[in-house]
């Protein structure tokens, strides 16, 4: 299976904005116009304290010049790996647009505020979720997740707003590098790259295809 991809577009220096995340904004813009089923849906990769990798689709909840923030149970199998080993990939794979956007970076937690900011703007239903599941876990069965459900329904009846879980937050991934890949025809793609220097600014590199 092989699709050609288009000619005429491309990806020059010229091209882009002046920083990563300008040039991401412009990007995910197009992916939201596009319209792409969740277009926020990205590929993270992490690893254990041995080096053993894993990867899961996630949404991206949030970006800004400081990273990329995503939100879990801390001791899902991505929360306890990214504490153990505080280093992430990222790829959003923008397919039908011929673009994919690539993130590598140090993972640290966003701060308490933030994580109960976004957990109060969550459905109820999602927030119940997050107290019912010990996400990553073995469970018997469908029954035990949907009793687990039922008992966090009760149990919050009469609570308003739902308090985030203390074992649930924010991670924000903060780049090392972000690469902008564009298809062209030939499989002679463009890839872009800002890569932070050990002097903490960003230098732009082309890589081959």
Known sequence: M???????LGLTETDLAPDWHTQFARWFADAVAHPLPEPNAMVLGTADDRGRP???TVLLKGYDPDGFVFYTNHGSRKGTEVTANPWASLVFPWFPMQRQVTVTGRVERVDRAET???FASRPRGSQLGAWA???STVVPDRVALD???RAAAERFADVEPIPAPPYWGGFRVRPETVEFWQG???RLHDRLRFRRT???FFVVE???P
């Open 147 to 149: 009793s687990a459900y």
């Open 2 to 8: 092989r699709n050609e991809y288009a000619a005429d």
């Open 116 to 118: 109960e900011a976004y």
């Open 133 to 135: 599941s010990t996400q």
């Open 54 to 56: 894993s990867g899961r």
């Open 198 to 200: 050990d002097g903490g």
């Open 184 to 186: 062209r025809a030939s």
């Open 206 to 208: 082309r890589l081959a």
